[in-house]
T-cell receptor
Framework: SQELEQSPQSLIVQEGKNLTINCTSSKTLYGLYWYKQKYGEGLIFLMMLQKGGEEKSHEKITAKLDEKKQQSSLHITASQPSHAGIYLCGAVTTGNQFYFGTGTSLTVIP | EPEVTQTPSHQVTQMGQEVILRCVPISNHLYFYWYRQILGQKVEFLVSFYNNEISEKSEIFDDQFSVERPDGSNFTLKIRSTKLEDSAMYFC????????????FGDGTRLSIL
């Protein structure tokens, strides 16, 4: 089965600091999605990456896809308390099923 | 902005009882999905639905589960005889484009089985 490992599992940063979350797939990626989940709430779509080398940004969040490494990274610049939550990567497998990663819990200390 | 809505937000049910979780996808979307998240664990795919039939389902989606689109707006997940391990957060999602993975999720229904 598709495994999407995220690292780190949890992250605590001071407000204003930059941070990076990684998502590594055990199998070939056919597109990679990033979501954010506030504790106990639904999933918010952040961005979708479909091509190797693709990079997308939304406000202070940038995501890149490295198809060769089967990896994606999510970078937050100048973190704010509003960035706190659980970040999930998701990807499609060859069986056309959608899997989520293991999640990264982000806490931003004011 | 249109959103996926789920009801109820929290459902408490006795083990062995049937439960129906309801979702109203975004109105022009054609592809619908259910996921679940057991507390502290990953979000897991259950089933996808298009054109009034199941397109994909995971191993979790066994005979006790069923989905239905009873009218033009609702999309339901039924669990026939609930077990303790069915306790989880259940998320509905929808998308507009074929082959596009879900981008719009509901806020979830927390199902607690006693």
């Amino acid at each position: 089965s598709q495994e999407l490992e995220q690292s780190p599992q949890s992250l605590i940063v001071q407000e204003g600091k930059n941070l990076t979350i990684n998502c590594t797939s055990s199998k070939t990626l056919y597109g990679l999605y990033w979501y954010k989940q506030k504790y106990g709430e639904g999933l918010i779509f952040l961005m979708m990456l479909q091509k190797g080398g693709e990079e997308k940004s939304h406000e202070k969040i940038t995501a890149k896809l490295d198809e060769k490494k089967q990896q994606s990274s999510l970078h937050i610049t100048a973190s704010q308390p509003s960035h706190a939550g659980i970040y999930l990567c998701g990807a499609v497998t060859t069986g056309n099923q959608f899997y989520f990663g293991t999640g990264t819990s982000l806490t931003v200390i004011p | 902005e249109p959103e996926v809505t789920q009801t109820p937000s929290h459902q408490v049910t006795q083990m062995g009882q049937e439960v129906i979780l309801r979702c109203v996808p975004i109105s022009n979307h054609l592809y619908f999905y259910w996921y679940r998240q057991i507390l502290g664990q990953k979000v897991e795919f259950l089933v996808s639905f298009y054109n009034n039939e199941i397109s994909e389902k995971s191993e979790i989606f066994d005979d006790q589960f069923s989905v239905e689109r009873p009218d033009g707006s609702n999309f339901t997940l039924k669990i026939r005889s609930t077990k303790l391990e069915d306790s989880a957060m259940y998320f509905c999602a929808s998308s507009a484009i074929k082959g596009s993975q879900p981008q719009h999720f509901g806020d979830g229904t927390r199902l607690s089985i006693l």
